[in-house]
T-cell receptor, first 119, second 109 residues
Framework: GAVVSQHPSRVICKSGTSVKIECRSL??????MFWYRQFPKQSLMLMATSNEGSKATYEQGVEKDKFLINHASLTLSTLTVTSAHPEDSSFYIC???????????????FGNGTRLTVT | GQQLNQSPQSMFIQEGEDVSMNCTSSSIFNTWLWYKQDPGEGPVLLIA?????ELTSNGRLTAQFGITRKDSFLNISASIPSDVGIYFCAGANTGKLIFGQGTTLQVKP
């Protein structure tokens, strides 16, 4: 079945530094990937839609200059948290679907998430 | 923005009991999905529903896509300890998922 790999699974960084998180679709091509953030005991909140070959679409309230998204190929999207602050500490999860066009609502498959801790 | 109301927020049941949880929305969705999330991991898809009125089973799990396309429920029959976790409903339009707040399930052996 469709597999999404996310790396790293955990990262600790100092305040002010930048962190890059990778999301790969291992056995299918994904023209679109999604990035979510989840705070403890809360639901997943969509941050942005990552489009291969074009700019990401950010949800309201998400700073595009702080959360840089690059969809370099049909199997890789990266999220860079720039100038990280302690309040950016969260669980970041990516997802992708092999569906396109009319099958765009095919089930999204999620990576295992990245636990970011900013000290 | 779109929001999903998921209930109950948490459940503590005895092993062997049946469980029911549901989601409602003020908006119409083309797809309803149910996920389970274990601590420190990403959500895992349980059931996907694509058609209003659709009733789908996956082992002990049964889910239905409401006829109005604004709601869905998930039933778990004969619960077992490994059913413990957080269950999320999600509504989808054009691949973009909106998640419910989650239902935390605890099962007492």
């Amino acid at each position: 079945g469709a597999v999404v790999s996310q790396h790293p699974s955990r990262v600790i960084c100092k305040s002010g530094t930048s962190v890059k998180i990778e999301c790969r679709s291992l056995d299918f091509q994904a023209t679109t990937m999604f990035w979510y953030r989840q705070f403890p005991k809360q639901s997943l909140m969509l941050m942005a839609t990552s489009n291969e070959g074009s700019k990401a679409t950010y949800e309201q309230g998400v700073e595009k200059d702080k959360f840089l998204i690059n969809h370099a190929s049909l199997t890789l999207s990266t999220l860079t948290v720039t100038s990280a602050h302690p309040e950016d500490s969260s669980f970041y999860i990516c997802s992708a679907t092999p569906g396109t066009g009319s099958s765009y609502n095919s089930p999204l498959h999620f990576g295992n998430g990245t636990r970011l801790t900013v000290t | 923005g779109q929001q999903l109301n998921q209930s109950p927020q948490s459940m503590f049941i005895q092993e062997g009991e049946d469980v029911s949880m549901n989601c409602t929305s003020s908006s119409i969705f083309n797809t309803w999905l149910w996920y389970k999330q274990d601590p420190g991991e990403g959500p895992v898809l349980l059931i996907a529903l694509y058609k209003a009125g659709e009733l789908t089973s996956n082992g002990r799990l049964t889910a239905q896509f409401g006829i109005t396309r604004k709601d869905s429920f998930l039933n778990i029959s004969a619960s077992i300890p490994s059913d413990v976790g957080i269950y999320f409903c999600a509504g989808a339009n054009t691949g973009k998922l909106i998640f419910g707040q989650g239902t935390t399930l605890q099962v007492k052996p």
